[in-house]
Structures are given as C-alpha cells and as structure tokens.
C-alpha cells in the first residue's frame, strides 16, 4: 500500500513524542480504510439484473378476447395488454416540430405530415375537381372527423390516438428532400417515419416509383411485442364533394351514396353496396385485394402475403342537408365509407393504389401471386359494369377508339356509335313494320274468333282453344306476334349498357360537349331532356297503330316520352346525347316509312279502323281526302 502522508504535518526525528504522534496518527488512516473498503465491500449496490424476455411463437397471433359483433359480422379481436413485467423502455425518438414533406410524380402529388405519419393531400395532376383545380383524394371534412390516408388502425382508441398525433421524425432515401420538404420521384424513392416513446416503438415505411402505386411499411412494436396495427384508408375519397361548405364549388350529385367495399378472394371478385358494409368489422381471410370505390376513383390495398391478410371495413356518417341547394332542408346521413388493412403478425408490407378508375391503368396492376410476385389478378373488374359487361365493354372500347382515331370527342363518338347502331338496326325496323302491317291485315279474322269464345269465362278449359286457334291463324298467315318488339327489345339493354358506361368510365367524367361540360352529369340547362321529350312525341304520333284504342295511344303518345325525358332530366347528359340521337334517327325513318308502301297501307287501314269505330262511311273519308 502506497504511503500516505498529511501535508500539514512536519516530517519529525525518531524521538519519542513524537514518534508517538506519527504512530497515532498511522493508525487512524489505517482505521479509515478498514471501515472505507468495508463499507464498499458490505454495501455497494448490486447490478440490475436483466428482465425475462417476453417471448411469443411467431406462427402464433396477438393473444385476442371476443367482442361481441353486429350479426352476420365476425368479432372484433382486441389485444393483449402489455405484460406485467415490462422492459426497459425503448429509447425516445420523436421530432421536436410538426413538418410536411411532399412527395411528387407525373401522376400526383402526395403531402406527408410528420404528425402521425399520414397523409394530408393526395392530388392527381390529370383530373380536377368541380372547381377546376387538381383532384385531392383526401376528403378533408370527413378526414378531420374520422381520420387521414396511411394512418394506423388499433383496437385500442387510446393507442390509436397516440400514433395519430405523435410527431415522428423523418428520413428519405435516393435524393434528399429540399429544404421545403420537396422531394422527386424517383430522385427520393422512400420516406421513412420514426416514432419511439416509453414501450412503444414505430416506424412506417414508404416507396415510391412513377405510377399510381406506392408501397407501405408499417410495424407498431410495445416492449418489442407486434401490435396488430393496420394501414388505414378511413375517410372516403375525394371526388365526394356533398361534405365541402356550400360556400365552395361542389357538385351538386352525391357521390358518396356510390360508395362500395369491393375486395377480390379466392379467385373471385364481389362487392357491397355501402348501405350494407360494417363498421369495425374484422375479417382475416387471404384477399388478393380489398377496395373501397364510388364512381370514378378507387383506394386498393393489395396484401405482399395475401395469406396473412387482415382487414378491417369502416363505416361512419355526416349529417347533410337532403337538398345539397338548400342548407335549411332536412339532414340526412351520408355514408363515409373507409377500409384497413394488414398482416396479422403485425409487420405490415402492403401496396396501394388511389387513384381514377382507368381500364388501362387497372389492367396494368397485378395482385400478389402464388409466386410472391406482382403476378395475379388485376384490378380491372372494380369497372363494374355489371351483368351487361358483354355489351357494356365493348362499348366502351369503341367510343374510345373513335376519341383515339380521329373524332377526339367523347360526344361525338356518343353520336357516331348511336348512328351506325341505329343504321344496323334499319333492318330489323322494316322487319317490325311488316310484321305489324301483317297483324293489320288479320285484325278482323282476330277479333271474329275472339268474339266466338267472348261468352266463356275466363277460367273456362275451352279458353285454350282459343289460344289455339290464335297461334294457328297467325303461323298460317306468316305472323310473328313478337317480330313488333325485336327492335326495342335489341336496344333496351344497349340503352342500360351506356347507361353503366357512363356511370363507370373516369374519361367521360368532366368530357365537353358544346354546352355540356360534364357528359356524366345531367344536362345543366335541360336542352336534351326536352328534345327527347319532342321528339318521342312526334314519332308516336306518325307511327300508326290500329290495333290500339285511342286512350293507349294518347297514353304511349304523351306518357312515354313525359317519363323518358322526366327520367334523363335527373341523369347523365351523355346518356340523353345518346337517347336523343336515337330519337331524331327514328323520327326521320318513321318519316321514310311513312312515304313508302308498307307505310301508307297500314295508314289506310288504321284510317278505316278508326272511322268504322266511330260509325263514319269510310267514303266520307275518301272523299275529304
């Protein structure tokens, strides 16, 4: 042991005294470090010991308790709480002030908030809004209320609303945003957010290339443990524009009552009118994707691990005036309708797409395969254009080859497609005029054997007789008694079938046409509806029919084209371009056809029906004539 000296004291001789002091002295310091070395050795602290790792089978699910659910819906899991023994906490990492970073393509542009990790525009470049600015995806009113795109879902409202109002601080990779929060794609191909604080531990992960899709990582860890946190859409789309203050420019057609779940399993593609869509409804099935979609746009999560997949349906509503003109009319819920999804092991690693519902940008996006690659099923049946598909699509495609060859307008090839339908159809109106000119000329032999079975009552065997007989008068005289109804019967369903094409093709949304600025909306000024209303009119009237009472054709001569026209008033102006083209078409045929033989025939015998009824000489006629 080193020696150890008092400065103060003078350094003495070997004599006694104070040899006796210095010996003293010793003792004491030899004292001290007994009861020092003791004291370290008796009562130091001992060392924190490590706290047993929480460990959890990897193919095993968050620990869930059932909840009881809406009937036919299945129960909501909640998780687990957090174990009694906690860690150490995790390291804090959060930003000291709310930022934004704007991430931008050729296709849109995306406005991050560090608060939260979400979104709070999303606007597409190449479609705008009713005020003629850049379409924003993000609803603003109802995502205030419900919440933002990419913000995580828990089943824990608290937890919840912790990761939505953190500030989580911000990396990019590639290229650095500028000092605005700037950044280019592909220059900038990912933003990371981080987020720490206590037992909780999250990051969010986004990348970007030049198309509509961006792909989403996202993991929320509590003491190292998966929460079942989900990537969340929750909020509607951006084209519903009911929700925006009457003060602004909006459309007047709710959109949001559109609004539709659509998913694909198994295979096999369905959807669910928002009506009848959950809320918090948890369904863990492989989807390939899941949707939510209104006319024109769609927000599509496609799993990386379809076989984990998880997903939850969000269903909320904003009071709104039943009349959107008039703030003072009775309030009416309107639908917001929203989606979640994940994995269930809790790492989240999903794509999106948001954006219009274009066939050649659906059919470019591909669900995960069985390869694990983007090698499945695309996305092209969210066009739904229902069970007349067969019609509706092809359609669809030869209106837009005429915009892309030539015509370069969607209302001219509305009337370009209606001419050449309509002169396709020229035969069969010959075709219906012959038959009718036929049943003209039987009518007589008709109402004779009608007049033998007139004594029997309804429910009488003999009355098949007549029937009989009916059938046999009409094949010996080469009368088709349905051959009248072919036409109409051919164009009813091309009617409906522009009817879903108008309805389901992002093109002919905002398309012009002279005074039309939106063929998928209803005429502003009503021209085309009165037309239709016209010209209905002028062809029932020069259409002869005598086999129909006067009350019939007063009936088919007014109430027809007032239920047409009332019915197009209300819908899209490109469906009355197409009916009124039709309209003014047959209007001139039946005016040719008039003029020919078939046509004055049948006028002559209509005249004399109609002079026989009501007691004339037909003579009389003849000779005003």
């Given at each position: 042991m080193?020696?150890?000296?008092n400065?103060?004291?003078?350094?003495q001789?070997?004599g006694?005294?104070s040899?006796?002091?210095?010996?003293s002295?010793m003792a004491f310091?030899?004292?001290?470090?007994?009861?020092?070395?003791?004291?370290?050795?008796?009562f130091?602290?001992?060392?924190a010991?490590?706290?047993?790792a929480?460990s959890q089978s990897?193919s095993q699910?968050?620990?869930?308790a059932?909840?009881p659910?809406a009937?036919?819906?299945p129960?909501?899991?909640?998780l687990?709480?957090?174990s009694?023994q906690?860690?150490a906490?995790?390291?804090?990492v959060?930003?000291?002030?709310?930022?934004e970073?704007t991430v931008e393509?050729?296709?849109?542009?995306i406005v991050?908030t560090n608060?939260?990790a979400?979104?709070?525009?999303?606007?597409?470049?190449k479609?705008?809004d009713?005020?003629g600015?850049?379409?924003?995806?993000?609803?603003p009113?109802?995502?205030e209320k419900?919440?933002f795109?990419l913000?995580?879902?828990?089943y824990e409202p608290a937890?919840?609303a912790q990761?939505?109002?953190?500030?989580y601080?911000v990396?990019?990779?590639g290229?650095?945003?500028s000092p605005?929060?700037?950044?280019e794609v592909?220059?900038t191909?990912?933003?990371t957010?981080?987020?720490?604080?206590g037992?909780l531990?999250?990051?969010?992960t986004?990348?970007f290339?030049?198309?509509?899709?961006?792909t989403?990582?996202a993991?929320?860890k509590?003491?190292?443990?998966p929460?079942r946190?989900l990537?969340?859409?929750?909020s509607?789309?951006?084209?519903?524009?009911e929700?925006l203050p009457?003060?602004?420019?909006?459309?007047s057609v709710?959109?949001?009552?559109?609004?539709?779940?659509a998913?694909?399993l198994?295979?096999?593609?369905?959807?669910?009118a928002?009506?009848k869509?959950g809320n918090?409804?948890?369904f863990?099935?492989?989807y390939?994707?899941?949707a939510?979609?209104d006319?024109?746009?769609?927000s599509a999560?496609?799993p990386?691990?379809?076989?984990?997949?998880?997903l939850?349906?969000?269903?909320?509503t904003?009071?709104?005036?039943g009349?959107l003109?008039?703030?003072?009319?009775e309030k009416k819920?309107?639908?917001?309708?929203g989606l979640a999804m994940?994995d269930?092991?809790?790492?989240n690693?999903l794509r999106?797409?948001?954006?219009p519902?274009a066939?050649?940008?659906?059919t470019?996006?591909?669900?995960?395969?069985s390869?694990?690659?983007s090698?499945?099923e695309?996305?092209?049946?969210?066009?739904q254009f229902g069970?007349l598909?067969?019609i509706?699509?092809p359609?669809?495609l030869?209106l837009?080859?005429?915009?892309e060859?030539g015509?370069d307008?969607?209302?001219w090839?509305i009337i370009?497609?209606?001419?050449?339908f309509n002169?396709?159809m020229?035969?069969t109106?010959f075709m219906?005029?012959?038959s009718s000119?036929?049943?003209?000329?039987i009518q007589?032999?008709?109402?004779?054997?009608k007049q033998?079975?007139?004594?029997?009552k309804i429910?009488?065997?003999?009355k098949a007789?007549?029937?009989?007989?009916m059938m046999a008068?009409?094949?010996?005289?080469g009368?088709?008694?349905?051959g009248?109804?072919?036409p109409?019967l051919?164009?009813m369903?091309?009617?409906f079938a522009?009817f879903r094409v108008?309805q389901?093709t992002?093109?002919?949304r905002?398309?012009?046409w002279?005074?039309l600025t939106?063929l998928?909306?209803?005429?502003p000024?009503h021209i085309l509806?009165?037309?239709?209303i016209?010209s209905?009119?002028?062809t029932?009237?020069?259409?002869?029919s005598?086999?129909?009472?006067?009350a019939?054709?007063?009936m088919m001569?007014?109430m027809?084209p007032?239920m047409?026209g009332?019915?197009?008033?209300h819908?899209?102006?490109?469906l009355?371009l197409?009916?009124?083209t039709?309209?003014?078409i047959?209007?001139?045929i039946?005016?040719?056809i008039?003029?020919s033989?078939?046509?004055?025939?049948?006028?002559?015998i209509?005249a004399?029906?109609?002079?026989?009824?009501?007691?004339?000489?037909?003579k009389?006629?003849q000779g005003?004539r």
């Open positions: 080193p020696e150890i000296r400065p103060n004291l003078q350094t001789g070997s006694g005294g040899g006796g002091d210095m010996r002295t310091f030899l004292l001290m470090l007994v009861v020092l070395f003791g004291y370290q050795y008796f130091k602290p001992k060392p010991e490590p706290a047993p929480q990897q699910p968050p620990q869930t059932s909840q659910a009937p036919g819906q129960a909501q899991p909640q687990a709480a957090g009694v906690a860690l906490p995790t390291p804090a959060a930003a000291a002030l709310e930022t970073t393509n050729e296709q849109y542009k991050f608060r939260g979400q979104v709070k525009h999303w606007i597409l470049k479609y705008l009713s005020a600015k850049p379409l924003d995806m993000v609803q009113q109802a995502a419900f919440g795109p913000s995580l879902f828990t937890l919840t990761l939505d109002q953190a500030l601080q990396t990019a990779s290229a650095q945003p605005t929060g700037h950044a592909p220059a191909n990912a933003l957010f981080h987020y720490a604080a037992d531990d999250v990051v969010k986004f990348r290339d030049s198309s509509y899709v961006l989403v990582e993991e929320v509590r003491n190292g443990t929460v946190a990537v969340a859409w929750p509607g789309l951006g084209d519903m524009e929700f009457s003060s602004l420019t909006r459309s709710p959109t949001s009552a559109t609004s539709q779940f998913w694909s198994d295979g096999k593609q369905d959807s669910q928002v009506a869509v918090n409804a948890t863990d099935q492989p390939a994707y899941a939510i979609t006319l024109y746009f769609v999560f496609l990386d691990a379809p076989e984990r997949a998880t939850v349906t969000l269903h909320n904003i009071d709104l005036p009349d003109s008039n703030p003072n009319s819920p309107a639908h917001v309708l994940g269930t092991s809790g790492a690693r999106l797409y948001a954006g519902k066939m050649d940008v659906l470019s996006i591909h669900a995960t395969g390869d694990g690659k090698t499945g695309s996305l092209e049946p969210l066009i069970w598909t067969v509706a699509k359609l669809y030869a837009r080859f005429l915009v060859h015509v307008n969607w209302g090839a370009v497609v209606t001419v050449v002169l396709l020229l035969p109106r219906m005029m012959k000119l036929k049943m003209m000329r007589p032999k008709v109402e004779a054997l033998r079975y007139a004594h029997l429910n009488d065997p003999k007789e007549m029937n009989t007989e008068l009409y094949k010996a005289e009368v088709n008694m349905y009248s109804c072919l109409m051919i164009q369903p091309l009617f522009y108008l389901n992002v093109e002919l905002q398309a012009h002279f005074w939106d998928s909306a209803p005429d000024i509806p009165i037309l239709i016209i209905m009119f002028l029932q009237y020069i259409t002869p005598p086999g129909m009472d006067a019939q054709r007063r001569a007014f027809m007032v047409f009332f019915m197009l008033w819908y899209a102006s490109g009355a197409y009916w009124g039709g309209n003014i047959n209007l001139a039946q005016l040719g008039n003029q033989h078939i046509g004055k025939e049948m006028h002559e209509a004399r029906r109609a002079a026989k009824k009501a007691g004339i000489n037909p009389t006629i005003r």
